[in-house]
């Protein structure tokens, strides 16, 4: 046994111990080739000359990310202790507030483990240890907010409908195909399309408009448990952006003959995303009873802003424009909330949580924030919905809605300049007829068209039997509703329990 | 374009006309009224006749609409996939040109 001459530093600095642990465990295989072990990373057509070149915005070891992420953690969970020993949910605005919560548990948690999933796999089949070491970390992090989600939100379940069986509605109840659709798309692109489906467009391009909304409609609304999530992911979310710069610069970088095939991933998900946050505009503007700001200032901040006039300009640097379609979405920004949320008014009855005519404060709200376009809805909409309600009744629409075959909600968007006629874009592809939403829809499907064919529409799948049978109450046992789940919030059992909690009431005395 | 797949990537339509059997799905649109969000997707025979789809199951679906008059559909202008159409009430909705997905409109 020889000694050695000298004896090595007692401990390493944190970054070389994260060089040691990472970048130094990699290796260059020699019995067998390179795209043996690592298959997925060249039939996407994206070429890489050096790995090495990837920048990992963790730069952390697992000990270290294991003893910043318990330490948040602890602080969650007590504030969800204390919360649940002061009857916390008490101290909401309303109850009516909690069904923007129920549109978060049933559409998000059951996602973030599927990033957790699709990040596991970059993190074995990445090429680079940089890339690896990133997609492990961002991995675990999709798991913690899983967790931690459903952590928060259980609390209610004890209180409120609508949160009892998120995770079998998620592969069920026809909104929620529109989330599940996008993430199943994504997963089933190569790991490159996921990165700028997921890490860039997702979270980066369109992060701020989805996250912010719900932690400070929290915030405004009482619900401290969702707030203190919202603060326990943020730092984590501001590496996923990071990482999603890094993703699209680092595929920039490698080899020009890139940027067209990055180009057509942003246009492509820019416009999946931003149809997937539309419901986050109607949850925005109609469903919490303070309100923090309006989806078209927020759209304006948040994406005109910081993406159009700040991201894109770094970005064309390298030859990247703004995504295809983006004019549509822009022009969009003074209806989209009314179209949404009265899509989910009149189809509640077949969903997992309740909706209501805006009450007198809301609709003075709606005016100050929409002033060209809340009073055209009004009038053509609410006021005959508000109608049938005074007769003692309840518009639920009847039947089911046409489809859009990529993004999966109900055609209810309208023409570009036309606020009340909806748009209609079909395209015959070996003999059969598909409908979409939007040129945005319409240009993503005649790009992939033999992937989106295979789209599982609940309507269409309502109809050929595979959902419990041809009756609405076929369908909601199938589903899994339960009485009170979804349909009108006034009279609601959620809504009956608040009234009785606070002293008032709803019953003749 | 084709996916970009590591092998041959085709796959079936989830809503190919033989799935339907001899009925087919039919989109009705009531242009120009956003009551209804979107247009409305049934599935109908495709020899049911055009005049009993009116009656029978229009006239009677959109009262949902309190200001809707069924006797008004009796004058509607009707387009079928965008092109006009003269219906014809005996004959079947195949027979009046409503295929499989087709957008079956009208405007009061």
Known sequence: ?509 | MAVKAMYDYTWPSRSAAELYGDDQLVHVWWRGNPYFVSAQTFRFPKAMPFGALVNDVLKGFFTADPDFVPESLDTAAWKVDHEDLVPDLEASLEANGVGHKSLLEFSL
């Open chain 1, 1 to 509: 046994m020889t000694v050695p001459a000298q004896k090595p530093a007692r401990k390493l600095s944190m970054k070389q111990r994260y060089t040691a642990l990472t970048h130094d465990l990699d290796w260059t295989p020699t019995y067998v080739k390179e795209e043996e072990v690592f298959p997925f990373t060249t039939f996407e057509g994206i070429k890489v000359h050096d790995w090495s070149k990837w920048d990992d915005p963790f730069r952390l070891t697992v000990e270290a990310y294991n003893k910043y992420q318990a330490e948040k953690d602890r602080r969650l969970y007590a504030v969800l202790d204390g919360f649940a020993q002061s009857q916390g949910q008490l101290g909401l605005t309303e109850a009516r507030y909690m069904n923007a919560m129920k549109i978060f548990l049933q559409g998000i948690p059951v996602h973030e483990y599927n990033a957790h999933r699709n990040f596991s796999y970059l993190a074995r089949y990445a090429n680079g240890p940089g890339a690896r070491f990133a997609a492990l970390c961002q991995s675990l992090d999709e798991l913690r907010h899983a967790q931690t989600e459903i952590h928060t939100l259980s609390h209610y379940n004890k209180y409120f409908d609508g949160m009892h069986d998120w995770h079998k509605w998620t592969d069920r109840v026809w909104y929620l195909s529109v989330p599940k659709s996008f993430f199943e798309d994504a997963q089933t692109a190569g790991p490159f399309e996921w990165l700028i489906a997921i890490g860039f467009s997702f979270e980066y391009l369109l992060t701020n408009l989805l996250f912010v909304p719900f932690m400070s409609g929290a915030a405004f609304n009482g619900d401290l448990p969702t707030m203190t999530f919202g603060f326990s992911a943020q730092s984590d979310e501001s590496r996923h952006m990071t990482l999603g710069l890094e993703a699209i610069k680092f595929m920039l970088e490698q080899d020009e003959d890139n940027l067209p095939i990055v180009q057509d991933w942003l246009d492509k998900w820019f416009w999946r995303g931003y149809r997937l946050i539309s419901l986050v505009a109607g949850m925005m503007d109609y469903m919490l009873p303070k309100r923090v700001m309006s989806w078209k200032e927020a759209f304006e901040l948040y994406f005109e802003e910081q993406m159009l006039n700040g991201l894109f300009k770094d970005l064309e640097y390298y030859g990247i424009r703004p995504p295809r379609h983006v004019d549509w979405a822009i022009g969009e920004k003074e209806i989209l909330s009314h179209q949404v949320y009265w899509i989910l008014y009149q189809y509640s009855h077949a969903a997992a949580f309740t909706t209501t005519i805006p009450n007198a404060e809301d609709q003075e709200w709606l005016e100050k924030a929409y002033p060209e376009t809340w009073p055209i809805y009004k009038q053509v909409v609410w006021d005959k919905a508000q109608r049938v309600m005074d007769a003692g009744g309840r518009y639920f629409n009847p039947g089911l809605p046409q489809l859009c075959t990529v993004c999966q909600i109900p055609m209810g968007f309208t023409e570009p300049g036309d606020p009340l006629t909806q748009c209609q874009r079909q395209t015959v592809y070996e003999g059969e007829r598909y409908d979409f939403c939007s040129d945005g829809c319409q240009w993503i499907f005649e790009r992939e068209p033999t992937k989106y064919r295979q789209s599982w529409l609940p309507v269409h799948q309502i109809f050929q039997g595979n959902c419990g049978g041809p009756t609405l109450p076929d369908v909601a046992a199938w589903y899994g509703l339960q009485p009170g789940d979804g349909a009108e919030y006034l009279g609601s059992p959620d809504h009956q329990a608040w009234l009785e909690w606070h002293g008032q009431t709803t019953k003749e005395a």
